[in-house]
């Protein structure tokens, strides 16, 4: 996944994403005794789903990557095969997988007018607020053939695929830590590059945002490079290599009804997922240089 390609708020506030205070790197393989000083929000006990010692809701107050149920994100880049076009919406369904009960997020994504790719991705906080990724059911067409593939789709709990971190409660620079981790579909990682890069596409300019950069073992050459803006989330990537980028348009708010619709029945009707777990994921901070700070 691209994320290109966001708990419960009245609204999302566009602005700039200025921080204040310093903020400390989460451990997502430490358990619930912990008290953070930001967390997943309060939830009925039915929304809550537990995990190798987390408890997660399906929803997400992260400031980097806040999930509000409504909201709907509108992308745009021109790439060499024509414009593409991406709408990502942050459903009010929740399906569960492995146990947990997750937020549906809907990605559309159209060149010239025409999809080319249909993914439901599935999301949720823990007690930390460090937002994972518990997998995704995609399709893609073929533009030119208009076949369709189901390629890239995983789940947490099958065939060996864990939920990865698709962000920290608090990243701090050199943070590397595993987005993805479903063996022989999906393994991305993320590095923490800064928490003062700006941004300026079509919705606003934005500062003090987070950057990472984006990367594949199943793909060593490609690097991508996102930036988060505070209370909003996703507002620009960068690909390097293909010189490109995918800009945030518009943002439509939140819905205030905020009432869940649990679409999934339950992912356990597999009684192997029963058993399924989510990864210890391990926080890589490099020893800082002499004379400079990592990035």
Not at 215 to 243: R, T
Not at 285 to 292: F, I, K, Y
């Amino acid at each position: 996944m691209s994320l290109h390609r966001l708990v419960i708020c009245t609204a999302l506030v566009l602005a700039g994403c200025s921080k204040s205070g310093r903020v400390t790197g989460p451990d997502p393989s430490a358990g619930k005794s912990q008290s953070p000083s930001r967390g997943a929000p309060a939830a009925a006990a039915s929304d809550v789903g537990t995990q190798q010692g987390h408890e997660f809701v399906p929803r997400s107050d992260n400031p980097y990557f806040p999930l509000v149920p409504g909201a709907t994100f509108r992308y745009r880049s021109e790439t060499p095969d024509g414009v593409e076009t991406e709408v990502f919406t942050v459903t009010r369904e929740t399906r569960r997988i492995a146990g947990v009960t997750t937020r549906v997020i809907e990605d559309v994504v159209r060149l010239d007018g025409k999809w080319i790719e249909h993914t439901f991705d599935y999301f949720a906080s823990d007690e930390q607020g460090n937002v994972w990724y518990f997998g995704e059911d995609a399709r893609s067409r073929d533009p030119a053939t208009g076949e369709v593939s189901t390629e890239g789709s995983w789940r947490a709990g099958r065939d060996g695929a864990e939920g990865g971190i698709i962000m920290e409660a608090h990243p701090q620079v050199g943070d590397v830590y595993n987005e993805e981790n479903a063996p022989g579909i999906a393994q991305d990682q993320a590095r923490v590059l800064a928490l003062d890069a700006t941004a300026n596409v079509p919705a606003g300019a934005y500062s003090n945002c987070l950057e990472t950069e984006n990367f594949s073992a199943f793909d060593p050459g490609a690097i991508e490079h996102k930036y988060y803006a505070l209370g909003i989330g996703l507002v620009l990537e960068v690909d390097v290599n293909e010189n490109t980028t995918n800009e945030l348009v518009k943002v439509k708010g939140a819905d205030p009804r905020g009432d869940d619709r649990d679409e999934s029945g339950d992912d356990d009707d597999d009684n192997s997922l029963r058993n399924a777990h989510v990864s210890h994921v391990t926080i890589a901070r490099p020893a800082r240089p002499a004379g400079g700070g990592a990035r």
